[in-house]
T-cell receptor
């Protein structure tokens, strides 16, 4: 079955880079996503990448995909206190149903 | 642009009482709609999805049910709430490949 795994916690200093990692098991995954959830709020789509891409960059965010190892990462450059949130990795084959990881709680320390 | 509305934002209900959570989508037609539950462990569990009016697929046997009375309306219901129904409920619309979420309903069953 499908499975998406993430580490539960990550702490970084303000101004440093954050790297949040995710592994998935379904080799048929076509779309891979990163969502951000702030306290008490819904999920906000940050970015997504097609499985035929290795990298996608959008301002401070860089997504790296290693399809061979089924490993996805999200790098946040110059991490700010406003980046503190839970980050969810998700995968989908058809883009109509997503499977989510358990989320990584990112804490940005001053 | 597409928007998704979900209400209420918070709800405290006694055990055994009924439940009705509503989700509506604007700016699109014939959307795929989803209900997720996020329990204390933070992972998202897909409860129901609907590809059209009157079409509901259940992912997990629950004390809950869903209905799609109109194209852009998705309702999550229960006849008698259990303590274990407490959690954060999220409605989502899938624009393939992106999925967009409502702001969520925090349900506490007491």
């Amino acid at each position: 079955g499908e499975d998406v795994e993430q580490s539960l916690f990550l702490s970084v200093r303000e101004g440093d880079s954050s790297v949040i990692n995710c592994t998935y098991t379904d080799s048929s995954s076509t779309y891979l996503y990163w969502y951000k959830q702030e306290p008490g709020a819904g999920l906000q789509l940050l970015t997504y990448i097609f499985s035929n891409m290795d990298m996608k960059q959008d301002q401070r965010l860089t997504v790296l995909l290693n399809k061979k190892d089924k490993h996805l990462s999200l790098r946040i450059a110059d991490t700010q206190t406003g980046d503190s949130a839970i980050y969810f990795c998700a995968e989908s084959i058809t883009a109509r149903q997503l499977t989510f990881g358990s989320g990584t709680q990112l804490t940005v320390l001053p | 642009s597409q928007t998704i509305h979900q209400w209420p934002a918070t709800l405290v209900q006694p055990v055994g009482s009924p439940l009705s959570l509503e989700c509506t989508v604007e700016g699109t037609s014939n959307p795929n709609l989803y209900w997720y539950r996020q329990a204390a462990g933070r992972g998202l569990q897909l409860l129901f999805y609907s590809v059209g009016i009157g079409q509901i697929s259940s992912e997990v046997p629950q004390n809950l049910s869903a209905s799609r009375p109109q194209d852009r309306q998705f309702i999550l219901s229960s006849k008698k709430l259990l303590l274990s129904d407490s959690g954060f409920y999220l409605c989502a619309w899938n624009g393939a490949p992106e999925a967009f979420f409502g702001q969520g309903t925090r349900l506490t069953v007491v």
